[in-house]
């Protein structure tokens, strides 16, 4: 049930960013002139920040009982939204999909650690309505494994 609260968030603050038009275009798609953006940034400045963030929806969320991570995802949703908005105005949608690579893999690690953020609400639901803490409540720290994965192997794609 979270996981789909975090997408939908997510996905509605990065469409209210981004003109409708853009999407509503077809497109043929040439690969050949593709090329990486040097930016001087490596593999492990991304996967850390990533990383960050991922631990910032997860644990600071679950201790906000998940209020950090829809302001997170807000952010971060809105935020793509206008960087998107402007490429559309610069890049042709085949460099921008070239650049995008990445995205999914990124997107779904986050989801994935904003879940975790969103179970400190039924946490601290489960102590103000003095019913006893169940086992489900608390954090899962086997399940940082597969949103770390995840935000590794985005990063990894991200530097190709």
Same mark, same amino acid.
């Given at each position: 049930?979270?996981?789909?609260?975090?997408?939908?968030?997510?996905?509605?603050? $990065?469409?209210?960013?981004?003109?409708?038009?853009?999407? /509503?275009?077809?497109?043929?798609?040439?690969?050949?002139?593709?090329?990486?953006?040097?930016?001087?940034?490596? %593999?492990?400045?991304? !996967?850390?920040?990533?990383?960050?963030?991922? *631990?910032?929806?997860?644990?600071? +969320?679950?201790?906000?009982? +998940?209020?950090?991570?829809?302001?997170?995802?807000?952010?971060?949703?809105?935020?793509?939204?206008?960087?998107?908005?402007?490429? $559309?105005?610069? *890049?042709?949608? +085949?460099?921008?999909?070239?650049?995008?690579?990445?995205?999914?893999?990124? %997107?779904? +690690?986050?989801?994935?650690?904003?879940?975790?953020?969103?179970?400190?609400? =039924? !946490? =601290?639901?489960?102590?103000? %309505?003095?019913?006893?803490?169940?086992?489900?409540?608390?954090?899962?720290?086997?399940?940082? /494994? %597969?949103?770390?994965?995840?935000?590794?192997?985005?990063?990894?794609?991200?530097?190709?």
């Amino acid at each position: 049930m979270s996981i789909t609260i975090s997408g939908f968030l997510f996905y509605f603050f $990065f469409y209210a960013a981004c003109p409708s038009e853009a999407f /509503a275009k077809g497109y043929a798609i040439d690969y050949g002139d593709m090329e990486a953006i040097q930016t001087g940034v490596n %593999l492990v400045d991304i !996967f850390l920040n990533n990383s960050l963030l991922g *631990l910032m929806l997860s644990v600071l +969320g679950f201790f906000t009982a +998940g209020l950090l991570t829809v302001g997170l995802l807000f952010w971060n949703g809105y935020m793509l939204g206008i960087v998107y908005s402007a490429a $559309f105005r610069v *890049l042709d949608v +085949g460099h921008l999909l070239y650049y995008s690579k990445h995205i999914p893999l990124e %997107l779904y +690690g986050l989801v994935l650690f904003s879940q975790m953020g969103f179970k400190g609400f =039924f !946490f =601290f639901r489960e102590i103000l %309505l003095e019913r006893g803490i169940r086992r489900e409540a608390f954090l899962d720290l086997k399940g940082l /494994a %597969l949103p770390t994965l995840c935000l590794l192997l985005a990063a990894c794609l991200e530097v190709l």
